[in-house]
């Protein structure tokens, strides 16, 4: 999964040269995902409440209090 990518930005023996653990390469890659697809989905949903002013948290917690 890391690889692939590498190779084809030519950091392939970089990465290979580090003084890592394949599990701390792998957990790097997957928490970079995350974080990253967090963003990415933050981005939309705070335009929303913030600019269009779509407020749907706040009834939809007014309705889980009933």
């Known amino acids: 999964m ?8 030519k950091t392939y ?3 290979l ?3 890592l653990s394949v599990l701390q390469l792998v957990l ?3 928490l970079a995902g ?3 697809g967090m963003v990415i989905s933050l ?6 409440i913030f600019i269009l002013g779509a ?3 706040m009834r939809l ?5 009933l």
């Open 17 to 19: 040269s580090a003084p």
């Open 61 to 65: 917690r007014a309705i889980t209090i």
């Open 2 to 9: 890391i690889a692939p990518w590498e190779r084809k930005a």
């Open 34 to 36: 995350f974080f990253y």
């Open 55 to 57: 407020h749907y948290f």
């Open 43 to 48: 981005v939309p949903l705070l335009l929303g």
């Open 28 to 30: 790097g890659n997957v």
């Open 13 to 15: 023996e970089r990465l």
